[in-house]
T-cell receptor, first 110, second 112 residues
Framework: SQQGEEDPQALSIQEGENATMNCSYKTSINNLQWYRQNSGRGLVHLILIRSNEREKHSGRLRVTLDTSKKSSSLLITASRAADTASYFCATDAGNNDMRFGAGTRLTVKP | EAQVTQNPRYLITVTGKKLTVTCSQNMNHEYMSWYRQDPGLGLRQIYYSMNVEVTDKGDVPEGYKVSRKEKRNFPLILESPSPNQTSLYFC???????????FGPGTRLTVT
């Protein structure tokens, strides 16, 4: 069954704007990961945040984690047309029990 | 180059005709898994393997089999495919730390 639920399901922005996607989950986790998927292709790992971390950065990506609210957000700053893709959060409850959400479809218009 | 490969990439078959989708990784990862992706449902885990000769069911194992005779290979077997198994399938392998998954390019299967 799905663990993560992304919000919104779809997001359309102009190039240069920031994009924020949210993920909520139900059970305790060891870490939470964000992945990107270009249409019909394999997922690519973006960033991992452990349960004892609150914020993490990687280039234009910023991830936050609030374990009390069981939620995470992914912020992409200064978006580019090439950022157009689907973004998934995945929760790892331990023993590599990974659960993915249905994803947020991001469209960045040039 | 570290990678996960899957074959075939595209497959159209008929109901009941046994098929195998191969998966291979060159990163010496112990953990491998299979997912199917369907619109609106995200990725659902079919089977996973913690190591050679150790496999376990994921969320949607019905109609599928796997084997793990070697560390690098983890084939997915559909003994008698049915149209509800039409989907996009991904194989993935996972390192020990920090547990990020490496995904294959996907296999688009259509069962008529």
């Amino acid at each position: 069954s799905q663990q993560g639920e992304e919000d919104p399901q779809a997001l359309s922005i102009q190039e240069g704007e920031n994009a924020t996607m949210n993920c909520s989950y139900k059970t305790s986790i060891n870490n939470l990961q964000w992945y990107r998927q270009n249409s019909g292709r394999g997922l690519v790992h973006l960033i991992l945040i452990r349960s004892n971390e609150r914020e993490k950065h990687s280039g234009r990506l910023r991830v936050t984690l609030d374990t009390s609210k069981k939620s995470s957000s992914l912020l992409i700053t200064a978006s580019r047309a090439a950022d157009t893709a689907s973004y998934f959060c995945a929760t790892d409850a331990g023993n590599n029990d990974m659960r993915f959400g249905a994803g947020t479809r991001l469209t960045v218009k040039p | 180059e570290a990678q996960v490969t899957q074959n075939p990439r595209y497959l159209i078959t008929v109901t009941g005709k046994k098929l195998t989708v191969t998966c291979s990784q060159n990163m010496n990862h112990e953990y491998m898994s299979w997912y199917r992706q369907d619109p609106g449902l995200g990725l659902r885990q079919i089977y996973y393997s913690m190591n050679v000769e150790v496999t376990d069911k994921g969320d949607v194992p019905e109609g599928y089999k796997v084997s793990r005779k070697e560390k690098r290979n983890f084939p997915l077997i559909l003994e008698s495919p049915s149209p509800n198994q039409t989907s996009l399938y991904f194989c993935a392998s996972t390192g020990t730390t920090p547990y990020e998954q490496y995904f294959g390019p996907g296999t688009r299967l259509t069962v008529t």
